[in-house]
């Protein structure tokens, strides 16, 4: 699977925008790409995932970069509970192993 | 639904010493896995069932065996403990084996293990 870049971390202020980048450099056109954040002393939870389009829920908005070779994660309105790390994950359509490669992700601070 | 549950959440060994974690899940989920993660790091993939019998190896299988008799159970045992094994797993599960429907992953709370 290719591998993602993200910065090791990030600070916020409370309710203000979050933009999280994320570098996939060698996609490839059958990657959907995932984000998933991890509450401290908690177990990783999905935040949203898209292929090519910009997609939203109610927890994020995923913009993709028209090239595919990067992606940002965008919290509207950052409140105390987002901190987390934020992890950027390629998933292959036809990997059957469904297989999730994490990397070190970036830390998300929210200042009061 | 109770989700994804592991036992213990917390568990001390001495080298040598062997236990199972524990992990269930309620959901009906076909896939499961076992992930590791040590201090400062992601995630790391030890090894994942894509249904009852059916197991495969991940990223860091030494020292660790798994085997899937239920839909519901996949047990993660260390035979022989090793400090090295000091870590966090983490169990998880989605509804498919397949990447196509690019199916969810949910997360267990976690077992902390020390081995000294």
């Known amino acids: 699977d290719a591998k993602t870049t993200q910065p090791n971390s990030m600070e916020s202020n409370e309710e203000e925008p979050v933009h999280l980048p994320c570098n996939h450099s060698?996609?490839?056109?059958?990657?959907?790409i995932h984000w998933y954040r991890q509450l401290p002393s908690q177990g990783p939870e999905y935040v949203i995932h898209g292929l090519t389009s910009n997609v939203n829920n109610r927890m994020a908005s995923l913009a993709i970069a028209e090239d595919r070779k990067s992606s940002t994660l965008i919290l509207h309105r950052a409140t105390l509970r987002d901190a987390a790390v934020y992890y950027c994950i390629l998933r292959a359509t036809l990997n059957t192993g469904n297989q999730f490669y994490f990397g070190t992700g970036t830390s998300l601070t929210v200042i009061p | 639904n109770a989700g994804v549950t592991q036992t213990p959440k917390f568990q001390v060994l001495k080298t040598g010493q062997s236990m199972t974690l524990q992990c269930a899940q309620d959901m009906n989920h076909e896939y499961m896995s076992w992930y590791r993660q040590d201090p400062g790091m992601g995630l790391r993939l030890i090894h994942y069932?894509?249904?009852?019998?059916?197991?495969d190896q991940g990223e860091v299988p030494n020292g660790y065996n798994v085997s899937r008799s239920t839909t519901e159970d996949f047990p993660l045992r260390l035979l022989s403990a090793a400090p090295s094994q000091t870590s966090v797993y983490f169990c998880?599960?989605?509804?498919?084996?397949?990447?196509?429907?690019?199916?969810?992953?949910?997360f267990g709370p976690g077992t902390r293990l020390l081995v000294l």
């Open positions: 060698t996609i490839s056109g059958t990657d959907y």
């Open positions: 069932s894509v249904g009852a019998g059916i197991t």
């Open positions: 998880a599960s989605s509804y498919s084996p397949s990447g196509i429907n690019q199916e969810t992953q949910y």
